[in-house]
């Protein structure tokens, strides 16, 4: 009887075991789901589109942190901090990938990576701001607020604010809306006080240059990612890659590209960043009009677009392929194009080859979602070469109307006698075939402008 006791014991010890650390493996999670879903918000210095092309410091380093993982990268963004956190406490995303302030508090919330930086908390104000110019903390009145991002991460360091005015001031906190988004109030003149990052206050005092930040309200506070607390083996993996990227120089490149770099000035100038309105490129509106006749999204027939000619008119390939979608001669004769015609002209060409296409993919290809990789493939590498790798696809026992890891698998190994072990070899095709990746990275990029761009 005891020793069944003490089996019964061990088997619920051992269960019970198991499931915690099967909980706490989010490495296993992020692998059987097949990519790394990460949160942060959307400014010209974290994520954003500018001319096209998906940029950002937290951009720049999850795509680094996925690549040493081998997973791709997928994002859910929002100004809203706490949403943020929510969608990490409930698994939903797998990390706060935003510079979160390093604190007692932050800890109860979240797993902190190792430290990526410092910076300090001052307090920004215009230069000319009437009728008060606050130069220390004691000239703060009663009648003052000041406003603040709502951020649960930062709470000591406001409060810390609070006690060095001995709570003469009101802090407004802010939700659903970036710091960028609050320091343009400022510069405008809708906002007269606000607590914000130094090392964020600095890069966009270079375009609005009315903001002093001289104020100091709280000093080095150390900033880092965060991580569910039931996901240790990330934040193992989290820690090394930071590690190898601060020794490489990789992190240190990444961080003095953004903050300390004159270009977040042209991007804020530019009409094509996302931060600034909803605009992709100069063709937009004939992208948007041209893409209902394929019943596409515009973003998607964008990313396309990019991918060929990042919208720049008058390139030429090595296979003489031309235009805005670069098609090759003969396929741009029969589309109704030739070498003078115009932007929209072209648009209008490659639009009308995507439905040629369309229409010589099988019936049999009901899912929208694999219809569309199906057409970027052969967009990419011409139709019969997309319907053999189906017939293979087919012969070896794949899914013939599925792309990936079933038709895909097939167009990237051609060899007759092993079709699992041979790559196409560069020889083969021409230096510009692209296939491997390019269908992957327009349906990337498109999630990235769905992210930043309005429908």
Sequence with gaps: MGLAVIAIAFYITHKIYYHEEEKKDAIRRIRERGYLLALTDRNTLNYFIYRGKPEGFQLDLLESFADYLGVPLKIIASEDISKLYYYLDYNVGDVIALNLPVSNEG???????????????????????????????????????????????????????????????????????????????????????????????????????????????FPLYAFAWGVNHNSDTLLMKLDDWLSESKKSGEYRKTYLEYFANQKIVTNMRSDYVSLRGDKISPFDKEIRELSLKIHWDWRLLASLVYEESNFRVGQVSSRNAYGLMQLIPETATKMGMDSISSPVQQLAAGVRYIKHLDEQLPVEITNPKDRIKFILAAYNVGIGRVL????????????????????????????????????????????????????????NRYYHYKNNIPQ
């Design 107 to 217: 800890r109860k919330r979240v797993h902190y990576t190792d430290i990526f930086g410092e910076t300090r908390l001052i307090l920004l104000q215009r230069k000319d701001h009437t009728p008060k110019f606050i130069t220390s903390l004691d000239d703060f009145s009663r009648d003052d607020s000041v406003h603040a991002r709502r951020n649960e991460f930062m709470s000591p360091y406001y409060r810390s604010f609070l006690k060095q005015t001995a709570k003469r001031v009101t802090i407004i906190e802010v939700p659903d809306i970036s710091q960028e988004g609050l320091i343009r109030e400022v510069a405008e003149g809708r906002i007269q006080y606000l607590l914000c990052p130094e090392n964020t206050a600095r890069v966009y005092k270079q375009y609005y240059q009315n903001l002093d930040a001289s104020i100091v309200v």
């Design 388 to 443: 053999l790798a189906r017939q293979k696809a087919e012969k070896y026992g794949k899914d013939p109307n599925r792309w990936d890891d079933n038709v895909q698998y097939y167009l990237l190994r051609r060899s007759k006698k092993d079709p699992y072990a041979k790559n196409d070899t560069v020889g083969e095709y021409p230096s510009d075939y692209t296939m491997e990746g390019f269908v992957d990275d327009i349906i």
